[in-house]
């Protein structure tokens, strides 16, 4: 597994060190998931890689089983879902039997659980930062087709390959690509501080802003809906998981939350 903090100073070379996360993606989407829960497994993949767990050499090991790779797959959604749990797994010894064995230490999803707020920092950071090209089908197109080019002659590096990668550089992305949607439950409204003080707690400083409606002067019905903006978009994918719309609950206040595109 490619780890997203290694030295790269090409489009190119991008392609080059990330070639086993995008095989890792287009398999899953040749399997039927969806673009956006397969995004955020390879970025877990390439989290749990940098902190020692040898998925790569698993992966490399079974390559050619398919109820292995995506045992390990399952695996990493029940991860990503536990990230977004409002509360600590009850049973999670036996949750995760293959990750479990990758490390030299015990590990469950309650480990996941207590370090929610770096692995989605991690994760949101290989989202916006590497993930932004290896991710990109039309980027991709155009590395295949040099490559092909390249086993037939030595052909000139396309333009857009060649265009420089900065180390640890995350796209700039617009406030609609970072932010979310609320809608709240009819006279149970949520103001900001309880919106920012959930997420804060949930994933650490990841909120950028929030708003919420202000209602009409001497209306009796509340706010009925509001918008949270992320500090990375790689955040609002951790949450909404490719799924239009996510229920949760804070303060016993039931919401939902829609992308804002």
């Known amino acids: 597994m ?28 040749d399997h039927g998931t969806e673009p956006g829960v397969a995004r955020n497994v390879v970025a877990l993949f390439i989290w749990l890689d940098t902190i020692g767990l040898d998925v790569l050499s698993y992966l490399d090991v079974h390559a050619s089983n398919s109820f292995a790779f995506f045992r390990l797959v399952a695996e990493a959604e029940s991860v990503l879902d536990c990230l977004r749990c409002d509360a600590p797994p009850r049973d999670s010894t036996l949750a995760i039997p293959v990750i479990a064995s990758l490390s030299d230490q015990p590990i469950d999803l309650g480990f996941f659980y207590f370090n929610r707020h770096d692995a989605a920092k991690r994760i949101a950071g290989v989202l916006d930062g590497a993930g932004r090209v290896f ?9 295949l087709r040099y ?23 995350t796209a700039t992305t ?27 707690e949930k994933w650490g400083d990841c909120v950028e802003k929030v708003a919420v409606q202000r209602p009409a002067a001497g209306s009796p019905v509340g706010p009925l809906y509001g918008k949270v903006v992320f500090t990375r978009d790689g955040y609002a994918g951790l949450v909404l998981n ?10 016993g206040k039931q919401f939902k939350i829609i992308s804002a595109l």
């Open 2 to 29: 490619a780890s997203s903090s290694s030295p790269i100073n090409s489009i190119f070379n991008v392609f080059q060190f990330h070639k086993v996360d995008r095989n890792i993606y287009d398999k899953l989407i």
């Open 174 to 200: 617009s406030e609609d690509q970072r932010s979310l949607f609320l809608t709240f439950s009819k006279g149970f409204p949520l103001t900001k501080e309880e919106i920012e003080a959930y997420f804060r």
């Open 135 to 143: 991710f990109d089908d039309t980027l991709y197109s155009s590395f």
């Open 147 to 169: 490559e092909a080019a390249c086993r037939r002659k030595a052909a000139p590096l396309p333009e857009e390959l060649a265009r420089t990668y900065e180390l640890g550089a």
């Open 242 to 251: 490719d799924t239009k719309v996510y229920k949760f609950a804070i303060n």
